[in-house]
């Protein structure tokens, strides 16, 4: 498996005018390593891939790439609504050594058959023929509410390179069928940070979060308490992990809270880009007064 334990859904750092900084990565890469992070999803939806332009999209990719220098895994996000961008992003991801690709369905365009999602990851998923690729499955903001074992069935005999899925969604059952199709041939990646312990139970190996990067022990807490068949203190930190969701999305809108948080700890991450939302001074001053209750 190229991804175990915790891979972190990196967020992109922007100047206060909306541009990219990437001056920030890396000391953001270290960051997320020295925390045990073992991998890095680098402009999905954590990252704001899909409001990026394609030359913003590869130059970011870059950034990461020579920040983490070999230590870890990077996977990039390369969806779009256009079918021939995703393949560019595909080609340069593959040209600059990234690790592996995954994408979102085309989101305007609503994909309604499994089908139709097929056509379209195959056509992508060419444009990188080398290096494994996840279908991202995110229903909730694409639109695409498909029958997932029925598309790995059909996909994998017609996209060489699949490896598994980005899962985020909260279908337990679903999961843990795609989990078993063909002797556990895929990797199902979780993610859903406030349900990882879920995902534990029903054999998963591992997930894609944005929130690991900001409490990652208790992450990390949860999969070994799971492992050492300690299931009260998985379900205590469960909870807190559901507890820091809960605090992030009362106290503004959530990437631009997690942004601010990182900001806080001496990773300057900027503002969201429209049409996300950011932080008035009073969100700032009061997060900046209660964050040590989540983060130490």
């Known amino acids: 498996m190229l991804l175990q334990g915790l891979t972190s859904a990196t967020y992109t750092p922007l100047t206060s005018d909306g541009e990219l900084n990437l001056s920030v990565i890396p000391a953001y890469v270290d960051y ?20 990026l332009t394609t ?32 393949v560019s992003l595909a080609s340069h991801a593959q040209t600059v ?3 592996a690709i995954s ?15 097929l056509d379209f990851m195959k056509r992508l998923a060419a444009g990188a023929a ?4 996840y279908y991202y499955h995110i229903p909730s903001f694409t639109g695409a509410t498909l029958n997932m074992p029925k598309f790995l069935k059909m996909a994998e005999s017609e996209i060489p390179n699949l490896a598994g899925l980005k899962y985020t969604d909260t279908k337990v059952f679903e999961y843990q069928e795609c989990m078993t199709l063909e002797n556990g041939r895929f990797e199902v990646l979780w993610g859903c ?21 900001l409490i990652p022990t208790v992450y990390q807490g949860i999969i ?24 992030c999305n009362a106290s503004g809108p959530f990437h631009a809270v997690q942004k601010y948080l990182l900001s806080l700890l001496g990773l300057e991450m900027g503002p969201c880009r429209t049409p996300l939302g950011n932080l008035s001074d009073e969100q700032k001053t009061k997060i900046a007064s209660e964050y040590r209750r989540f983060l130490g």
């Not at 999905?44 to 899909?50: L, R």
């Not at 020579?66 to 996977?75: D, K, L, Q």
């Not at 940070?193 to 990067?213: F, H, N, R």
């Not at 068949?229 to 605090?247: C, F, H, N």
Request: with cysteine; proline share 3%.
């Open 32 to 51: 997320l390593i020295e925390k045990g992070l073992n991998a890095l999803y680098v402009c999905g939806t954590t990252g704001e891939g899909i409001s």
């Open 55 to 86: 030359d913003e999209r590869k130059t970011l990719l870059e950034a990461f790439i020579h920040a983490v220098n070999g230590r870890i895994p990077v996977v990039v996000q390369i969806g779009a609504n256009s079918v021939k961008e995703c």
């Open 97 to 99: 050594g990234a690790s």
């Open 103 to 117: 994408a979102t369905a085309p989101s305007y365009y609503k994909v309604t058959s499994e089908t139709t999602l």
């Open 130 to 133: 080398e290096l494994p690729f």
């Open 193 to 213: 940070d406030e349900m990882l312990l879920s995902a534990l139970v029903v054999g998963a190996k591992g997930g894609i979060g944005s929130t690991y990067a």
């Open 224 to 247: 070994a308490a799971w492992e050492r068949g300690d299931l009260p203190t998985a379900r205590m930190l469960q909870l807190q992990s559901w507890k820091y969701v809960r605090w």
